[in-house]
Every structure is written in C-alpha cells, then in structure tokens.
C-alpha cells in the first residue's frame, strides 16, 4: 500500500530544485503560478548554477535535492526542469527523512528517476507532471490538474481518441511509469520499479521509431509487460524516422509488443512532453477502463 504525502495548503513552503539539466532562460512564470496558488517558494542554489550540461557538479545537485527532501518545513519539491543527469545522484540521495516525513516530489522526463526508484524502495506517491520551466507552455488545463494533485482535488479523467483504437477493458492497479528511455536507463538498477499488477504509462520525446521499438522489446524480454494490469501511452513527441522510414507508427509499435495479452492498453493519454501534460500521481491505486475510443482514470 502505497502513502500518500500531505496535501498541500496555503501557505505551505514548497522548494525547486534542478537535478538534472541547468535552465536556460528563467522559472518567472512558474514561481509566479506556485505564488498564486497560495504557495511560499523557495528556490534551490542548482536553479542558477550551470556545470557543462547540468545544473551544477553532481556533488551540488545531490546536496540541494537532499536539503530539499530533508527540510521540514517544505512540503513539496519541484524539479525546475528534466533533461539528464539524475541517475548520477540517485545513489547519493539518503531517504531516510523523506519515508519518515513523505512530501511531494513533482517533475517528469529524466525525473522519472526518483519517481521510479521511490515507487520502488519506498512505495511514496510522487507527481508526473508540468515542472516550473515548462508552465510557461503549459497549458491552463494541465496546470490545473497538477494544482488538483498537489492539493487534493478530484483526479478522475476521461478523454475520448480515434487515432488508434484501444484495447476494450477494465483494470485496477498501481500506476507506475514516466518516460520510456529513463526506464530503461534503470532497468535492473535498484530504482527498476517492479511492474507485476501494475498500470504502466509510458511517454518519450524526441526518438527514433526503431528506437522505442528496442526499448519496447527490453522490457518486453525482460519479462515487465507480461506482468502488467494495464498500459497508458502517452505523449510520443517529435519523433525522428529514418530514410527508408522504420514504417510502423508509436501506436504500431506498442501494439505488436502487447497484442498478445489481454489487458487493457489506452492510446493517447494527454501526459508527456507536450504542452497539455496533464498530472498522474504515480504509486496510487486507480481504475482504467477502456473502450474502443473512449478512456477514464479514476484514483481509488
């Protein structure tokens, strides 16, 4: 059974860190939305600091996410942005005061790290969803649904798609997952989630086809998808095909890899690198239920 960290209140101090990727530009916009949701932001030393690619050296970006996490006075951490670079800390993260006081971690892309190895050590919901650099592409909706998630609110969704028929089903699990290449970065790490009885989404930006098509096949050989109660593809985004082309959609993709069993698999699910990245409080219980066409999530 999975535990579900404080929801949040006014007033409540929050922080942002950067783990992985150094932010160009600035986070304005999304200090200024926490700020109207009633929050008191405070920010981290690795949102301003640059070390080659990353947000500082990987001794800064462990210590400010380890602050982070054992400060009790916040009670949400926030990655400023993904990118790489957080399977280079993860081993020097101590959790020891985030299972004793649980807050909310929030991010995704290369933040499916921790997600994953939280889901898997210490059974902590933790949020997918827009991160502070990307509020300011991010659509109203979907900010909307990660304020629901930070303080409470009802999460259940329902969206209806045509560009590839869903698998007709129902099943309920817990909902693990994130974007596909960081899952396979961990796969048979300490931070693999276990995937048995589990609602899996996945999402990737950026991929060859024959790339997802290899990864798909990882996991598939290693024995996760034969396991799972349920599968959400999410945001596949500017993808790169090859000359002669791979000729196989992400959907067709997916498809051929799970057609054998007889779970329930949505298609479309607006979650990922897109602008419309709608939140998923990962290691909660839910219910997917899947038409042909139409799909809902509900929080149990």
Not at 13 to 27: D, L, T, Y
Not at 88 to 116: C, M, N, Y
Not at 152 to 176: C, H, V
Not at 295 to 300: A, E, G, K, P, T
Request: aromatic letters at 10%; charged letters at 20%.
């Amino acid at each position: 059974m999975s535990r579900v960290p404080a929801y949040l209140q006014p007033g409540d101090k929050v922080a942002i860190v950067c783990p992985a990727s150094f932010i160009r530009g600035n986070i304005d916009v999304g200090i200024r939305t926490l700020e109207g949701w009633g929050l008191e932001v405070v920010v981290g030393q690795t949102v301003s600091t640059a070390y080659h690619q990353f947000a500082g050296d990987d001794s800064l970006r462990a210590a400010d996410l380890q602050w982070a996490l054992d400060d009790p006075s916040i009670k949400a951490v926030f990655a400023a942005r993904g990118g790489y670079g957080c399977v280079r800390i993860i081993d020097q993260i101590d959790f020891s005061a985030f299972e004793k006081q649980p807050k909310w971690l929030v991010g995704f892309s290369d933040i499916t790290v921790l997600h994953s190895h939280i889901q898997r050590n210490y059974k902590i919901a933790t949020i997918h969803g827009q991160m502070p650099k990307s509020f300011e592409s991010g659509t109203e909706a979907s900010l909307d649904t990660l304020r629901k998630a930070l303080f409470g609110d009802n999460m259940d969704f329902t969206y209806t798609q045509s560009a590839f028929p869903n698998r007709p089903g129902e099943a309920t699990g817990k909902l693990i997952g994130g974007n596909l290449a960081i899952l396979l970065s961990v796969l048979g790490s300490d931070s693999d989630p276990k995937y048995s009885n589990k609602i899996l989404f996945i999402e990737d930006v950026g991929e060859a086809y024959y790339a997802v098509d290899r990864m798909l096949w990882a996991l598939k050989r290693a024995g996760k998808l034969r396991k799972l109660k349920g599968l959400i593809v999410g945001g596949f985004s500017s993808m790169k095909d090859n000359d002669p082309a791979f000729g196989q959609s992400v959907e067709e993709i997916v498809w051929d890899k799970v057609k054998e069993y007889d779970f329930p698999v949505a298609f479309g699910y607006p979650a990922g690198h897109i602008d419309d990245n709608h939140a998923l409080i990962l290691g909660r219980k839910v219910t997917l239920t899947t038409t042909t066409e139409s799909v809902s999530l509900q929080y149990m």
